[in-house]
Every structure is written in C-alpha cells, then in structure tokens.
C-alpha cells in the first residue's frame, strides 16, 4: 500500500494527513493564477487546465474511495476531526478571492482559499435562518432570538473573527397577505417587520489576515410561505437612474418604511445603507486604506444582496462590493445586469444544478406538501442573471439521497456541503471535505439513511416549554437581553 | 363579591381556596355511597341524584367562570399550583373505587377519589408513550428509553408510589409488515420484539394509602401504522376453552412467541403471567392479605389489558382484577364479554365521545394526512363491548378546539384531561382541575390557540443529536444502563 494513502477505517484522520497536501496544491494554484495575472485569457486557461489535470492526478492516486458500504466508517472518521481548515494568511491574494478579476481561474478547480471564504460567507447567510424566531407562539416571532452581541457566539460561529454591527429589519408595502400572519399572539414584538438579516465587520486579528477590514452584509432568505408570495409579483419597477429594472417584491422588501412603525421607520436599504456609510467613515477615520464589502443571501436574501449591491457601489465610490450568493433567483432585467457590471459590483452565484429556484423568481415552496410549486407559467422571461457562476452538483456527494428532491436541493446547508466538497466540475467530491456531513440534514431530509442522521433535526427541546417547580410545562419569558428593541439592535462599535 | 368566590386574575392560586370544599363534597358523596351500600340500586340513584344536585348548585355559585377572554389568565394561575391532589387514605373503601361493585354511584358525579385513581393508571399507561424509542435511526428503536428502575423517575410519576417490576415485550405470528419497518439501522437491539408495557407494584406507602398491595399492568397501545395494521384483520380467533372468541390481531400479539427469539422466547402473556403470579406469591409469602391487579391501557393497550385481565382471573381465583381501559377498540364476541363478567373481570372504559377507535377495531391511523380511515365498511359487527363505560364530552373543556379533531380527540393525554375536569354529565367542566393544560398538546394540535402551547411540542432537542468537542453534531451511543437486555429487565424484588 503507498504510503500516503490511508487504509480505510484508519483511525488517524484523513484529512489531518491530507493538510499538508492540500495546501501545496493551493500554493500551486495561486502561484499560477498570480503568474497569469498580465498573460492573455487563453494562457491562463491553459495554465489553470494544467493544474487541473495535476490535481486530477494526484487525487485519484491519494483519495480514499468513498463508497455505500464504508460511509459510515468515514463518518465515524471525520467526526474526531476540526471543523475549520487552519486559517491561513490571505492578505496578499485577497483581491482575487474578493473578485476583482471575476474569480477567473479560481473556481475550475475551486482553490482552496476561496472556498474557505465562501463557506465564511454562507455561514454568515444560514446563521440568518439558525437564529430566526419562527414560533408563531411567540411573542417575538418573526425576531432574532438572539442580540447581535451573541449572535455569533450562540451559533458556533465566532471562529470567523466577526462581529454584528447592526440588525436589519425589513417590511413590504405591497398589499399582500401580511408577515408574521402566522403569529398567534395578539401582543407582538412587531405586526408588520421582520429581522431580514445583519451588518457586520472583521476585527482586528480577521482583517489581518484577509488583508483588509471587511465589511459583511447578510440578508435573510425566503421563510413563510407569505414571504415567497412576495415572489409571485411578475412586474419589474425601475430601480436607480437609468432602465434598470427589477422585480417589485424583491423592491418592495428591500425599500418600504412606514413612519408609524417601530423597526421600519426607515426601510431595510436606508439602514443597510446607513451603517456601511458609518463603518467606512469609522475606517477612514482610523487611517485604514482597505476596506471592503461582501454581501451574501441565499434564495431571496440572494436577491436582497444584489440590490444592496447595486446602491452601495452607486454610493460609495472606489468601494469594492462583492456579491456571494446562494440559489438566489433571477431579480432584474439586462440593464439591471449591466449596470451592476459597470458599477464594478462583483457577483459569485452560487447554484446548485438539481435547485428549481435560482431559475425563475417565481417558485414557491408549499410547505404543507413539502414541495415546490411553479405558479409563473406562461409568463415570458426577462429576468437576467447577473454575475459569475459557480455550479454545482448535487449527485457529486455520495452522502446524498439521489433522484428529485425538491426542497433538499434548495437548502443552504446543501449547498455548503456541496460547495466544501467541490474540487473541480471534473473531479469527484471531495474526501477530505471537512464540514459536518450532519448539517444538511437540518431543515431536510437529503443525508441517505445509512449515516443516521435524522431528517429535520434541528429543534428545541419541547418547544421551548419548560417545567417549572410545580411540574407544570410552560413558555419562559424571552431572556430580557435577547428582546428585540429599536435602539439598542444598532450600537456604535 | 362572595368570600369564597376567587377574583379573576387573583394571584392566590383557586385551587388552594377551593381544596376545602372539595375535599367536602368527597366526604358527602362517599358517606352518602357507603351508607347505601344495602339499600336498592332506586335509592342509590335517589340519593346519588341528591347530591348531584347539591353539587351543581354549589358550583354555580362557586365556580369562577371560565370564558375565552379569561383562558389565558387561569392558565397563568394555575401554573403556580401543584399538579398532584393531596393524596388521601382510601383504604376502607379501595374495594367499590376498584370496582367491586361496578363502580355504582361513583361514576356520575365523578367520585374525586376514583378520579385521582384512574388519572394514575392512566398516566402509567401513558408512560408507555412517553418513554417508547420512536426513533427510526436509533438502534434501539421500539424499545424503552429508560431501564425499568428509572422510568417513573424519568417521566416524573415517582409521586405515585409504584416500582416497575418488569417490562413485556410482544410479537406477532400474523405475516403482516414487520413491526420495526421503520427501523433503518441493520443491527438493532431487536428485529421483530417491540417494548409492550410494564408490571409494577404500589410501594409500602402507597399500598397502605390505598389499603392493598396493587399490581398493576400497564400496556402501549399503537404506535406505528403497522401494528395498527394489525386491527384491520376482521377474524375472531377463539380465546379460552369457551366459546368466547377474540379479534386475531390482538390475540396474536398477546400471544406470539418465537424460539430463537432474545425478548419473546416466552409471549407477551406468559412475561405479564409468570409476573403476576410471582408477585402474587411474593406477597402471600408475606403474609399480606390484600392484593389487587389493576390493567391498564389506551387503544391497543385497551384491547391486550381485556385479553390479559381474561386470563389472569381464570389463573387466579380471589384476585381481584379490574380494568381501566381508554379509548379501548371493541374486542371480542358476546360469549367473552359474558365470560370475563363471570370471572369478575371489572371493567371500566373511559371513553370520549368524539373519538372513534373505541366503535370499531377496524380504525387505522393514517400519519400522514393526520387522519383516521376507515376499513370495515361493510363488515358485520360482532364485536361487542364489555364493562361499564365513563363517556366524556370533549366539548365540555373549554380549553379544546371545536368541531373535528381526530388525532387529538383519540389521544390518551386529551383522555385524561377531559377526566380530570369531569364531575358529571351535568356539570360543567370542572374549574379546579389541576392537571397540566399544557400536555393536551403534547402529540397533537387540540389546545385552543390563546392559550399558546405550541402543537406537538413533545420533542428531543435536535433529535439527540449533541454537538461533540470538534463542533460535530452527532449521535450518542445510549447510555448503557439504559440499553435493553431480556435478563435485567426483570429482576426480582
């Protein structure tokens, strides 16, 4: 047996004896990729095919062979093991990876760095769905069930070095069935915002690393069946200056504010707006030269981003604004399209081929039947996708159930796991992958049944009831410092 | 405002105040029933009439209205009152509250010391819910979470005064889908035996307090839609050397057995039998007087408790058994019902009105579309009923959704909280109830929104999953104490 591969069922972790490998492989890449930097398209996609083959090579020489009969082995392998690659130092690269050069060569194969950062970015995405009030027994449904000063810590996620500035509260003024409608409680924290995601920025020892303060937005995807609805609008309304247009759900989300509301005094994009204006003063104030923004969604918070997007590059000059978007649907026209190109705005869709949604803004998921309804038949597209694609496959995992699986492949869990197994559109899913296999099955039921995991496992214990002294089982008031309030969602650093 | 008449809203908990008159009026009616032992059953019902009258009267007067405007607010005041009465010595009448007399004039009005005592029985069969290992990705799915000596522990029923002396394990001869075809674990504790109830024994404490020693059987009744597959088979299979015959569904679970089987080398009649009899001997062997056998079951566990009750009054001559069924289906032919009235087999089946497994053995559960069908259209009934019946009135809590609820209106938690409200079929329901609102909600969705207990809020936390030191979610290994093994779960006093 060669000496680098490992015996199957080896109790010393892959992927620590694969590390060392890895992160040759990067540095191959990047030399090239940086080497080509001045040389033609044809040049670097030479080089990047090079590579490719090379990484082909050595990877069918080195992988352990995943198959049915040894899944659980190989699960039961990599739950000893670090969820976090080893952070490494990208401040010399960072632009790339950022998209500065529409991240040509980097995403055929994925290099290693990227991916990394676009895990960073989806986590800041799915922590929107983690952290979301959705019991309609609640007084605070439709909130945050956390303050932005432990959101993080709460969700197992400050190994990223950020942290949450500002709470984003949106609203809609279309006439349609209301949020939060499901809420049961006549005394709401809020009749008509919800928490639609959340501005944050790298610290000290983060933007060290990646080469520059880095200011985050995250927006909330699609969560009642209410909100999708907002989806159904088939007009385009004009959005900036020019002809670009786009779809007027999405518009009306990202920009109602009614005067008498408590959270939506001023829209969800004059808040967005406003605290990246703030950060880039407090920088600017600081001394510090780089600074950027990377705003990421999954399904309609995708959407959500790519109109921030647009603004912020619009407003804040010599900014450099990237989109990280996950299964985010079509949202504006072709002038929409090249005015964000002009704008400079960096887009990186991330789709995943089996998902129904980054095709159509008009599906909507029953939740009842647990599957997908398409209600825009018939109506002629001209909704344009902007940006960079980054397709994957969901039968690339052999963790995952084959054949359709409508709501699974539209999950962002899916999607990480797809994204930390991704080598190359021609090579196999990464063995070495080492993000928890567990997560998919969160919200879905996509793992295949000999790892055991249980479908739809993420839930409290008894719904939050707990019993009391007498033996009683009743609802807790919400902790005081997680109740959503107003002033103190948006404290200055 | 009457000196006894509680305020809305008043923070001394109700309960407390009214405990006095309560206990009063137990006092009245259990006189009132001792003194007429020896006279007519027209007497009887004269003098039952009487104080049912005196009763209502009483409680017009006393009884604090319940409306929906107020619902929330006497939730919130009970949840600062015990959830168990202050337990009293029925010793010189156990004997009529264990049916001796079929439970004459006990029954309406409710007799608050037989309530206290069926509300018992009916949380041990209840137990079999809470405690059973539904988990399809468990191992050890089908069995009990807990070892025998933890259970009441576990489930919070120690105030009972009961120790489990042994769990039954059932199969089935009958070549329907397998029990356990959920399970998608290839090496499991059991690939055919399923977890079927418990035999226990009240404590010296409680055995003094109830004026014998009480063996009680405690079966589970349906859980997956293969054993209720089960019901649909419409033969009846003779049972006994009588003419008395059985349904055959039922009959083979009670009696099944496999030779090469770990948990049913004996059936599920022979465990609860050769249990029965060595507790019997056990306590003849100490010289007490009093033993009683108590059998106890919702749905299916209704039937197995007439089935078990038949055989162990003919094995046991002088014992005196009595069933506590509820929502039991129909079982067996006119000669069994005749034959178990001859052992002096008492039988008292609770029913709720509403719910329609206890008028056909031929009800299924359908898990998907939340519904019952039926599959007997057609059939001629032949099944006949047997013992006294306590019919409650879902309609009579105003604490329950109206209109059709099927799921909800057949669960054993409803059962009991419709019992522990009853006083009479003319009374309202009774505002001094003490059990918790909150476990009607438990597995279904019957609790009227104001009160907002979220539906089916009975859950793990993740589903078992935790979060190992790496971050991963994964599945712990069962504590071994609690694994199940044929030998230790039945070990001798």
């Not at 972790?13 to 930097?37: C, H």
Request: aromatic content about 10%.
């Amino acid at each position: 047996m060669n000496a680098i591969q490992p015996a199957i069922n080896h109790h010393i972790p892959t992927t620590r004896r694969l590390s060392r490998r890895v992160r040759a492989q990067q540095d191959i890449i990047f030399e090239a990729y940086r080497s080509s930097k001045g040389s033609n398209p044809a040049t670097r996609l030479a080089q990047s095919l090079t590579h490719m083959l090379h990484l082909q090579i050595e990877s069918i020489h080195t992988q352990k062979t995943i198959t049915q009969s040894n899944l659980s082995s190989i699960l039961e392998d990599k739950s000893n093991t670090p969820i976090s690659s080893p952070k490494e130092d990208i401040s010399n690269k960072w632009e790339e990876i950022h998209g500065s050069n529409d991240w040509d060569t980097l995403l055929d194969p994925l290099h290693p760095c990227l991916r990394r950062e676009l895990i960073k970015y989806g986590e800041f995405a799915q922590a929107t769905y983690d952290a979301f009030d959705f019991d309609p027994y609640s007084e605070y449904c439709g909130s945050c069930r956390y303050n932005r000063n432990k959101l993080f810590e709460k969700l197992g996620l400050t190994r990223h070095g950020y942290n949450v500035t500002k709470y984003i509260y949106a609203t809609s003024q279309i006439d349609l069935p209301q949020w939060l409608e499901k809420s049961q409680v006549a005394e709401t924290w809020s009749t008509h915002s919800n928490w639609m995601g959340f501005v944050g920025v790298s610290d000290d020892e983060e933007s060290k690393r990646i080469g520059r303060r880095d200011i985050v937005v995250s927006w909330r995807g699609t969560v009642s069946a209410s909100e999708w609805y907002e989806d159904f609008q088939r007009n385009l309304e004009r959005f900036g200056h020019g002809d670009a247009k786009v779809e007027e759900g999405f518009l009306s989300i990202y920009t109602t504010k009614f005067k008498s509301s408590r959270y939506n005094k001023s829209s969800a994009s004059e808040q967005v707006m406003k605290e990246i204006d703030r950060l880039i003063n407090l920088y600017k104030k600081r001394g510090e030269q780089q600074v950027s923004l990377t705003i990421t969604g999954h399904s309609l918070g995708g959407a959500l981003a790519l109109l921030n997007a647009y603004e912020a590059a619009a407003t804040f000059v010599n900014l450099p604004v990237s989109v990280i978007s996950f299964a985010a649907p079509r949202v504006g026209n072709s002038d929409f399209k090249d005015e964000l190109h002009e704008l400079g705005v960096k887009t990186l869709r991330v789709v995943v081929k089996q998902d129904v949604v980054p095709w159509t803004p008009g599906m909507v998921f029953n939740e009842k039947l647990q599957s997908f309804d398409e209600i825009t038949k018939g109506l002629e597209w001209v909704y344009t996708h902007a940006g960079v694609e980054l397709r994957l496959d969901a039968r690339s995992s052999p963790y995952l159930k084959k054949g359709l699986q409508l709501q699974g492949h539209h999950m962002l869990e899916t999607y990480l796991h797809l994204l930390d197994g991704f080598q190359s559109s021609k090579l196999p899913f990464r063995e070495d992958a080492i993000r928890d296999i567990a997560l998919v099955n969160k919200e879905c039921d996509l793992l295949i049944n000999e790892l055991r995991i249980p479908p739809r496992w993420y839930q409290v214990a008894n719904k939050g009831l707990l019993q009391n002294d007498h033996g009683r089982w009743v609802k807790p008031k919400r902790d005081p410092q997680h109740i959503p309030s107003p002033t103190t969602d948006s404290v200055f650093l």
